[in-house]
């Protein structure tokens, strides 16, 4: 069993700072890739940024400059540094990861439970 667990989510005024961490833990072979994303209420989820392991990583324009992932893939955790926050960055956010658990088995994409960030003064 593999789970991925959010944490780092919270209230924010606008300008300011916050960092999301999401841990995998479990029987983990590899990580291809891990990301976030996010979901307002009533709007679809949308991608943020996605660190493939090895590659560069993408972010979507709407957070280029402001927002920053990282990984300790010693840890197997992802990170996600959010400056420059405004209202419309207000949403729930999960991470994800492309993983393999068993040796030369296909990778299978698991997804986080989600940590609110609301930006708001």
């Known amino acids: 069993q593999v789970q991925l667990v959010e944490s780092g989510g919270g209230s924010v005024q606008p300008g300011g700072s916050r960092t999301l961490s999401c841990a995998a833990s479990g029987t983990i072979f590899s990580i291809n890739a891990m990301g976030w994303y996010r979901q307002a209420p009533g709007k679809e989820r949308e991608l943020v940024g996605t660190?493939?392991?090895?590659?560069?990583?993408n972010y979507a324009d709407s957070v280029k400059g402001r927002f920053t992932i990282s990984r300790d893939n010693a840890k197997n955790t992802v990170y996600l540094q959010m400056n420059s926050l405004k209202p419309e960055d207000t949403a729930g956010y999960f991470c994800n990861a492309l993983m393999v658990r068993v040796r030369g088995t296909s990778p299978i994409l698991y997804w986080g439970q989600g940590t609110q960030v609301t930006v708001s003064s």
């Open positions: 660190m493939p392991t090895g590659g560069s990583t």
